[in-house]
């Protein structure tokens, strides 16, 4: 009616996804980043908001950003993880390093855990939560003879990388093959570093044909861990059973047992509206 006031619809806010930024060159300067491809991921099928989290030294404290966040996302990166992190340090190791990411990425993850929220690893993230947690990382996958290769080819372009591929097979039972209802999957495989000795209290989720670990799980305290060394963000909208890694990742944003059925297909989250100019 006339002069009464309009009520607004009701909005339920999205869970705030915290996504670990990397350092890289932007131009000739050095710039906190994240591939837009993690941040569209956990938008469409985590249905969650993201923050951005710098690695500056002094530009942020962990202890400040964990009761911010609903979860955080360690993601993929070209860097690696300093050798001093998981053993002696080895001047012979191929970088590039991020020393302020494994700063604040072993910061995060212990903020996290005390705190009881979820953690999820892609890549580089794997890695670091199986430092974390005590275990080791070997840096021969793209050359070991006795491996399948793990990376593509050096020269290869960034298509190139992602379409090189390879089965893994899901513990049966586990988070994975329970949430995707699936046994096995074929995955992007873009990575020289992976798991050696897996971290004390981690399950192993999936393995490739040569044994390495692909993927682990956790529970400490109320707090669940999910990690993949593949990049579920590469494509999503192509292959349900990564679009299926973020529906898990959200559904443990909202404070749900990463155990369970399989999920139901999720339609992608439709495109924001072009602004009229």
């Known amino acids: 009616m006339k002069g009464e006031a309009v009520t607004a619809p009701s909005r339920t806010p999205r869970p705030v996804l915290g996504l670990i930024c ?47 966040l609903d979860g955080l996302l360690l993601t ?11 053993g002696a340090a080895d001047p012979t190791a191929a970088g590039p390093f991020d020393p302020d990411r494994d700063d ?29 947690f005590g275990g080791t990382l070997r840096r021969d996958m793209g050359s070991a003879s006795e491996l399948i290769g793990h ?21 049966p039972g586990g988070v994975l093959a329970q949430g995707l209802g699936r046994e096995r999957l074929n995955v992007n495989s873009v990575h020289y570093q992976g798991v050696d000795r897996l971290g004390t209290g981690l399950t192993v989720e999936a393995e490739a044909p040569d044994g390495v670990v692909e993927a682990f799980s956790a529970r400490v305290g109320g707090a669940q861990v999910l990690a ?8 999503p909208d192509e292959d349900p059973a990564s679009a299926g890694f973020f529906q898990i990742l959200g559904r ?22 072009v602004p009229v100019r």
């Open 252 to 273: 443990a944003l909202r404070g749900q047992p990463l155990s369970a059925a399989p999920l139901a297909a999720v339609p992608a989250a439709p495109d924001p509206p």
């Open 104 to 132: 604040m990425a072993m910061a995060l993850v212990e903020a996290m855990l005390k705190a009881g929220k979820p953690v999820f690893g892609v890549c580089r993230g794997l890695q670091e939560l199986n430092v974390a």
């Open 22 to 68: 990397c350092t890289r060159l932007v131009g000739s300067e050095p710039a906190q980043s994240v591939m837009n491809r993690y941040v569209l991921a956990a938008a469409r099928y985590a249905d969650a908001s993201t923050l951005l989290i710098p690695t500056l030294a002094g530009a942020a404290e962990a202890a400040d950003i964990a009761p911010r």
């Open 228 to 235: 993949v060394q593949w990049h579920p963000e590469w494509a």
């Open 76 to 86: 993929g990166s070209p860097s690696n993880v300093e050798t001093r992190r998981y």
């Open 151 to 171: 990376h593509a080819p050096d020269g290869a372009t960034l298509d190139e990388m992602f379409a090189h591929t390879h089965d893994v097979a899901l513990t």
